[in-house]
């Protein structure tokens, strides 16, 4: 099994920046994308930012310009700049993976960012 460990959250002012990372607990294949999603209080859980094996990125419209996602080894960060109030919200990584045709879903357990404003 696969675990996901994520740190980096806390409590900023508006404007700052956080770096999040999630680190995998072993090195595994077959890995199709590596993403951070957010779930705000009394919302669904969205995507953030995505990262495939080839390096492609995707964004939320929210977030494009501000929060950049990138990887290295087992690990994945997502570096957030100029944070708003509205950032605020538990993230979680997950990784997207695929060995024999079959998928297989990971998650983190979460790390909360709040931006007081």
């Known amino acids: 099994q696969v675990q996901l460990v994520e740190s980096g959250g806390g409590l900023v002012q508006a404007g700052e920046s956080l770096r999040l990372s999630c680190i995998l607990s072993r090195s595994i294949f077959g890995i199709n994308a590596m993403s951070w999603y957010r779930q705000a209080p009394g919302k669904q859980r969205e995507l953030v930012a995505s990262?495939?094996?080839?390096?492609s990125t995707n964004y939320a419209d929210s977030v494009k310009g501000r929060f950049t996602i990138s990887n290295a080894q087992n690990t994945v960060y997502l570096q957030m700049n100029s944070l708003k109030p509205e950032d605020t919200a538990v993230y979680y990584c997950?990784?997207?993976?695929?060995?024999?045709?079959?998928?297989?879903?990971?998650w983190g357990q979460g790390t909360q960012v709040t931006v007081s404003s």
């Open positions: 997950n990784v997207d993976r695929v060995v024999l045709a079959k998928r297989y879903d990971y």
């Open positions: 990262i495939t094996s080839s390096g």
